[in-house]
């Protein structure tokens, strides 16, 4: 067993990304996988807002803030 990173290329942009860097994003519905996409971190931050800016719930006044985590 190597103890090389691997590597991999963004679904994003194509850029090689170690595995240490690199984030998977997964769309689940009822068990089933539906699309898996492997990001930089560049592409997961663009990823994240492009996100919230679609599904967010619009200006969010309370204390109260919701977050997105992601395994």
Excluded: H
């Amino acid at each position: 067993m190597s103890d090389a990173p691997t590597t991999g290329p963004c679904d994003g942009c194509g850029e090689p990304t170690t595995d240490a860097l690199s984030r998977t994003v997964r769309l689940s519905v009822d068990g089933a996988n539906i699309d898996t996409q492997r990001l930089c971190p560049d592409c997961f931050a663009d990823w994240i807002e492009r996100y919230q800016d679609r599904l967010g719930s619009g200006p969010d006044d309370s204390e109260d803030s919701s977050e997105i985590i992601i395994d």
